[in-house]
């Protein structure tokens, strides 16, 4: 079964790209997109030092350009995935009357590692570490969506 799948953070240009590019990777036949809450980086590519921790794991982000969330994208996907619990505040804020499409936190498909939250290497700058957690995530995502 196809779904789509949004994956939201902040700048749209660290972690949810990353977890964009490693869920199209390990998922191709969904349909995956990624947004920023906040409109800082409309149009740029994935922040430098992602693109290359991510392209190190053989995941490319290089065509990924940074959007802003609006309350559309709750028509447009199945499922909503924020990185923070900022992130998620933000998303529900612009929830339309009636809509039910689930939001939830990245870290809540990686329950064993004990994060609840992705660290944001534009901060901490391990992007390593962030990826770590992003690729364990997904992949507890997409057991989830196997059922
Ligand atoms: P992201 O990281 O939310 O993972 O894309 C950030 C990138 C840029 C900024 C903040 C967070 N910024 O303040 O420009």
Known sequence: ???RILFVCLGNICRSPAAEGVFRTRAPH???DSAGTSGWHIGDPPYGPMQKAALARGIRLDDLRARQFVAADFNQFDLIIG?????????EALRPAGN???VRLLTDFAPHSGADH???????RDFDGSL?????????????LRG
Request: charged share 20%; net charge negative; proline share 8%.
């Open 1 to 3: 079964m196809t779904h």
């Open 30 to 32: 969904h349909t995956t």
């Open 83 to 91: 990185m923070d619990a900022d992130n998620i505040a933000d998303i």
């Open 100 to 102: 039910q499409t689930p």
């Open 118 to 124: 992705v660290p944001d290497p534009y901060y901490t």
């Open 132 to 144: 770590d957690l992003i690729e364990i995530a997904v992949e507890g995502l997409d057991a989830h």
